[in-house]
């Protein structure tokens, strides 16, 4: 299954861990699975960074929740921490 960086966090904040990793095929798209299922390349997804993500992306408005959508993991990960930090 594949779908966005804020949908796996979706996911995972309602069902708990699991694993994902980018799409090879799929630019912007992520594969996800429950935890244990693959090992290589995959990496870990949990609820706290889950929530953390999702929680920023509902305060935003909704012409900000489009540009958030479009953005790398990585950048939404930083961003989201900073935020979460007080920075």
Known sequence: M??????????????GLHMIRPCEKLP??????TPFEHEEGWIWLDTVTANVVCQVYEALSPDKREKFRR???????????KVADGL
């Open 2 to 15: 594949t779908m966005t960086f804020l949908e796996c966090c979706e996911t995972v904040r309602d069902k």
């Open 28 to 33: 912007g798209q992520y594969e996800i699975c």
């Open 71 to 81: 953005l790398p993991a990585g950048v939404i990960l930083d961003l989201c921490w």
